[in-house]
């Protein structure tokens, strides 16, 4: 009989001791607090809209645009935040290609809490790469996910590079 073998995710431990913030972390990126705890994860800023990499990624590279308003509702993003989020989109995606060289991407917005989203009062979009055979048995038998990379370094990987390759 083969021994089994504990599968560690430290870093989880954080998330679920914290007490949950009563503030939205994804308003008021327009002047974030200096100690605000996301921001070594935001990678790129525009004009209504910015591009962070999402805490608990699907993926390395797993990325949310977000409008700086707090909206729950698609249909309230104005024509200019639905514009640059999907520029912004476009601009990710081929920052991932040149960076990371996926084979595909899941696009999407999760609308509502029954629709999966985490944070149904502030609208996102999400941007996952995804490579042939990255859908193994870990999320469904262990409930983790394995990403390569901290969060941190990816973060300064991706903004190297928009500057680089001067997207938008």
């Given at each position: 009989m083969t021994e089994q073998r504990p599968l560690w995710a430290p870093w989880r431990i954080k998330f679920i001791r914290e007490g949950k913030e009563k503030r939205?972390?994804?308003?008021?990126?327009e002047n974030p607090a200096e100690?605000?705890?996301?921001?070594?994860?935001?990678?790129?800023?525009?004009?209504d809209v910015y591009?962070?990499?999402n805490r608990y990624?699907?993926?390395?590279?797993?990325?949310?645009?977000?409008?700086?308003?707090?909206?729950?509702?698609?249909?309230?993003?104005s024509r200019d935040e639905r514009c640059e989020m999907m520029d912004l989109c476009i601009d990710s995606k081929k920052i991932l290609d040149h960076l990371?060289?996926?084979?595909?991407?899941?696009?999407?917005?999760?609308?509502?809490?029954?629709?999966?989203?985490g944070i149904?009062?502030?609208?996102?979009?999400?941007?996952?790469?995804?490579w042939n055979g990255d859908c193994n048995?870990?999320?469904?038998?262990?409930?983790?996910r394995v990403?390569?990379?901290s969060l941190e370094a990816t973060a300064e990987l991706i903004r190297d590079a928009w500057d680089k390759y001067g997207v938008s």
């Open positions: 939205c972390f994804m308003c008021d990126q100690n605000y705890q996301e921001e070594d994860l935001i990678v790129y800023r525009g004009k591009v962070i990499l990624p699907y993926n390395s590279g797993h990325l949310l645009i977000v409008p700086y308003r707090h909206i729950g509702d698609i249909a309230e993003l990371m060289e996926p084979a595909g991407y899941n696009v999407g917005f999760n609308l509502g809490l029954a629709a999966g989203a149904a009062d502030h609208i996102h979009m999400h941007l996952v790469p995804r048995f870990m999320p469904v038998i262990g409930d983790l990403v390569p990379e």
